[in-house]
Nanobody, 126 residues
Framework: EVRLEESGGGLVQPGGSLRVSCAVS????????TGWFREVPGKEREGVVV???????NYADSVKGRFTISREGPKNTLHLQMHSLKPEDTATYYC????????????????????WGKGTSVNVSS
């Protein structure tokens, strides 16, 4: 059974940092396309970053230079380190995975994604 379980969300001040993580079970994070999407009520779901099997990553322009995705193989965990957070980064962040498609075939869209976590909330506010 595939499971994606996010953790690490919370409240952070503008300019601060936060790391969200995703514990994955049912497949190896190093063998498939995985990543993070985010959603704000009333707005279109946005791709934040995806990383492919060989470690190549694609970031949304809005987070380039501030966010970094990483994989922790032994723990089969995906991380998203976020720095210089802005109020517009406030959203629910979802861990995602594509088992049957390569990242480049659908990024920055989400059509190729097979699995979504339940999400973790990030609130950037003073």
């Amino acid at each position: 059974e595939v499971r994606l379980e996010e953790s690490g969300g919370g409240l952070v001040q503008p300019g601060g940092s936060l790391r969200v993580s995703c514990a994955v079970s049912g497949f190896s994070v190093s063998r498939y396309c995985t990543g993070w999407f985010r959603e704000v009520p009333g707005k279109e779901r946005e791709g934040v970053v995806v990383i492919d099997r060989v470690g190549f990553s694609n970031y949304a322009d809005s987070v380039k230079g501030r966010f970094t995705i990483s994989r922790e193989g032994p723990k089969n965990t995906l991380h998203l380190q976020m720095h210089s957070l802005k109020p517009e980064d406030t959203a629910t962040y979802y861990c995602v995975a594509a088992i049957s498609a390569e990242c480049y075939t659908f990024w920055p869209g989400s059509d190729g994604l097979d699995y979504w976590g339940k999400g973790t909330s990030v609130n950037v506010s003073s």
